[in-house]
């Protein structure tokens, strides 16, 4: 009986500790990240674009779009989507609906804070169509400089530190 006790002891102990493990794991799926981190998110611009792909995904919908500049060429950008799409559903923005409003060859408005490492990555503040009716929701308000045309949109400037690297 002592030793079945033992057993139990060390069984318990057992399973607290990956009970513990399983919890501490599970903890970095409810983890989220901040989108300033990584996108400028304090400088906002506003483009007309053509969306080439829209993905409604978890934990932010992603799409590529490409925007004319002033010279005739096309840029060919990569973004994230600030809401995801439980708030979306909540605001009535379904896959479906969502899906449909931004179907390849659709042209938007784009409100975007630029990739902090550059390039032709964004996140998207809000969308809207060309009747200036908002797509699945948006948070950025007025005051976004308009840079329809501007080869790059606004890419970072200066001696910036990016996340992950020191200052000089």
């Known amino acids: ?13 057992r399973a607290r500790v990956l009970l513990a493990a399983v919890l501490i794991a599970a903890g970095g799926a409810f983890a989220h990240h901040g989108s300033a981190i990584s996108y400028d998110t304090a400088n906002l611009w506003t483009t007309w674009a053509t969306v080439t792909q829209f993905n409604y995904l978890n934990p932010h919908p992603t799409m590529t779009f490409d925007r004319m500049v002033g010279d005739g060429e096309v840029e060919h950008w990569v973004a994230e989507i600030l809401s995801n799409p439980s708030t979306m559903a909540r605001q009535g923005w379904t896959r479906k609906r969502t899906v449909d409003a931004l179907a390849p060859g659709t042209r938007v408005k784009l409100s975007l804070g630029t990739s902090r490492a550059g390039g032709f990555s964004a996140i998207v503040m809000r969308m809207e169509n060309e009747a200036g009716e908002a797509i699945g929701g948006g948070f950025a308000g007025p005051g976004a400089t308009d840079l329809d045309g501007v080869p790059g949109g606004l890419q970072p400037t200066g001696d910036a530190v990016l996340p992950g690297e020191e200052a000089n």
């Open 1 to 13: 009986m002592k030793r079945l006790t033992g057993m139990s002891r060390r069984s318990s102990g």
